[in-house]
């Protein structure tokens, strides 16, 4: 475990129900422990400008520096919210970490290496898990929401990247084309099962 407390981050395609899923699994663990919930992007400067700039709109910065830009976020988010909150005791949910960065901008071209060696400074999840949903469903969602990422060959290839951890047990899959509950129920048990191991 990362200090005293327990690190799950929940991750996935655009669309995919990432966020309903980690604010669910917040509601279900409260019953029992001390869990909140985040995200990435964050709420800090460097998050607010990757939202604003990144992920929105169709003037984009290059693969590199978006790399770079959530690598910096990443080690705000880490020392500011992540680290204090295991210290204290709780379980931190949250909504993408490290493996976006891999899974996105690998999916760009960018070297996997290179990704990990500029996140080298973030805390290793306890558990991460991937909720997989078929692309075709996801683009769906995301020409409604007028995402950058809304091409089925981009999830694709996203959804590639995420398979190589899924396949070396980085990552735990969780089959997200259910209803929302039995999504929730699925996540909830794999937790709940960890949790049990390590108390």
């Known amino acids: 475990m990362s200090g005293k407390g327990f690190f799950i981050c929940l991750e996935g395609l655009d669309g995919c129900g990432k966020t309903t899923q980690a604010k669910l699994l917040v509601k279900n663990l409260r019953k029992k422990y001390n869990a909140v919930y985040t995200a990435e992007p964050s709420r800090?400067?460097?998050?607010?400008?990757?939202k604003k700039?990144?992920?929105?709109?169709?003037?984009r910065?290059?693969?590199?520096?978006?790399?770079?830009?959530?690598?910096?976020?990443?080690?705000?988010?880490?020392?500011?919210?992540?680290?204090?909150?295991?210290k204290m005791g709780k379980i931190v949910v949250s909504d993408?970490?490290?493996?976006?960065?891999?899974?996105?901008?690998?999916?760009?071209g960018l070297s996997l290496e290179w990704?990990?060696?500029?996140?080298?400074?973030?805390?290793?999840?306890?558990?991460?898990?991937?909720?997989?949903?078929e692309p075709?469903?996801?683009?769906k969602r995301l020409k409604r929401k007028k995402s950058v990422m809304e091409d089925l060959e981009t999830q694709c290839k996203v959804r590639q990247v995420y398979m190589k951890f899924v396949e070396n047990e980085e990552l735990v899959i969780v089959?997200?084309?259910?209803s929302v509950k039995?999504?929730?129920?699925?996540?909830?048990?794999?937790?709940?099962?960890?949790?049990?191991?390590?108390h």
């Not at 990704?115 to 949903?133: G, M, Q, S, T, Y």
């Open 96 to 108: 993408r970490y490290v493996y976006s960065s891999l899974a996105y901008q690998g999916a760009t």
């Open 182 to 198: 039995e999504v929730a129920d699925e996540i909830l048990e794999v937790v709940l099962g960890f949790l049990e191991k390590i």
């Open 53 to 59: 700039y990144c992920l929105h709109g169709k003037k």
């Open 175 to 178: 089959d997200g084309n259910k």
């Open 115 to 133: 990704i990990k060696r500029i996140n080298e400074h973030a805390i290793r999840p306890d558990l991460a898990i991937f909720i997989d949903v």
């Open 136 to 139: 075709r469903t996801v683009v």
């Open 61 to 86: 910065v290059s693969s590199v520096v978006e790399a770079l830009l959530f690598a910096a976020d990443r080690f705000e988010h880490v020392e500011n919210t992540i680290r204090p909150a295991l």
């Open 44 to 50: 800090g400067k460097i998050g607010t400008f990757i």
